[in-house]
């Protein structure tokens, strides 16, 4: 619409150039002005061009033979003239106002998708920096065919990610929980997670952990793991 500054128009394209994928979203907010200028578009009212002929034929064709009467409707026609031009006024103030704030809905998808690109990116850092392990998870009998998972441990920057390649299903009032054991103590308990939605679910680093283990529980959690419902565990060396 050339609403934004060069500086403003130069950044935009610059995001559209780095992350391909606000393409769409672009698309998607060009579609929605269209509809929002079409929504916003007033209509004059019914009937209204025959009212103005009516007017104009009872009020001064009886008196053309008169110079009052093409004054008056001089006059008219002028007055008509004005109403015509506050309705297109007030018609693209209504036009400009929509796609104002068109623009600033637009400028927050972008901020909002810089801002996830970012995470991703920082994300994606994370997991190949030079002292992030990737151990798979060993699944146990009962949970063979629907388990496999990843642990990206880092001992360095102290954080853990679970790679979720496949879970088993959970119903609704069940979840998977986290385990962290460690020689001569009991289980203690960890995270609560669900089937993440990008592969990836960032989990507690406890310092000292042998192995990490996870079991499915009912929601909210148990203090102890439930042994039949474990589904997979993976050892931890370097600690």
């Not at 579609?31 to 079409?38: G, I």
């Not at 007017?55 to 009886?62: H, K, L």
């Not at 008169?66 to 015509?84: A, K, N, P, Q, T």
């Not at 669900?194 to 959690?221: F, M, N, S």
Request: aromatic share 8%.
């Amino acid at each position: 619409m050339d609403q934004l500054a060069p500086a403003e128009r130069a950044e935009v394209e610059s995001h559209l150039i780095t992350f391909p994928e606000l393409k769409i979203d672009l698309a998607e907010i060009e579609n929605a002005l269209e509809f929002f200028a079409k929504a916003a578009a007033l209509s004059a009212p019914a009937g209204l061009k025959n009212k103005i002929m009516d007017a104009i034929r009872d009020e001064f064709i009886p008196d053309t033979r008169s110079g009052g009467g093409i004054w008056r409707l001089f006059v008219f026609i002028f007055g008509i003239g004005l109403v015509v031009m506050a309705y297109l006024f007030m018609q693209r103030n209504t036009q400009l106002s929509n796609s104002e704030q068109a623009l600033i809905a637009l400028r927050d998808t972008c901020e909002t998708n810089e801002q996830r690109l970012n995470d991703q990116l920082q994300l994606l850092q994370q997991l190949t920096t030079p002292q992030n392990k990737i151990i798979p998870f060993t699944a146990t009998p009962g949970f063979v065919t629907n388990t496999d998972l990843y642990l990206h441990h880092n001992a360095t920057t102290k954080r853990n990610f679970i790679q979720v390649r496949n879970l088993p299903p959970l119903t609704a009032d069940q979840t998977f929980e986290l385990w962290s054991i460690k020689t001569g103590q009991a289980p203690a308990r960890m995270d609560l997670f669900g089937p993440p939605a990008d592969g990836l679910v960032e989990v507690q680093y406890v310092e000292g952990t042998e192995v990490y283990a996870i079991t499915i529980e009912r929601a909210g959690g148990v203090d102890s793991p439930t042994m039949e419902n474990l589904i997979g565990t993976v050892a931890v060396d370097g600690q």
